[in-house]
């Protein structure tokens, strides 16, 4: 009883995870459950993996930092057309380098 239901909970689990949340996504190397890609970013330097990720999935990639996706565009027309001409339209999103540079605590 314990192990079917651990099993269907699991399964349930894993198809929210690698289709749900994906699936309105642009492509991108399939993340690690918990951790996403971020075990790729540590085999090799950070600005390596962008690159392989920029010649195997395209200009605009998904990376997934734990369970936080993160869409990359790499192309400089791209990001001028998205980002800048289009930009009322990201200026409620939150940025990246806040999130990272957030304290909590006083050894933070």
Avoid at 5 to 16: A, E, P, T, V
Avoid at 54 to 82: F, R
């Amino acid at each position: 009883m314990f192990l079917q239901l651990f099993l269907i909970l699991l399964g349930l689990y894993l198809i929210y995870n690698f289709y749900w949340k994906r699936r309105n996504l642009p492509p991108g190397p399939i993340p690690f459950p918990i951790l996403g890609n971020v075990i790729e970013m540590f085999r090799k330097p950070v600005y390596q993996a962008g690159i392989d990720w920029h010649n195997k999935y395209g200009p605009i990639y998904t990376a997934w930092i734990g369970e936080i996706p993160m869409v990359v565009i790499t192309d400089y027309n791209l990001i001028n057309e998205t980002l800048v001409k289009d930009a009322d339209s990201y200026a409620g999103r939150p940025q990246l380098s806040h999130q990272l540079t957030q304290s909590y605590g006083k050894y933070s």
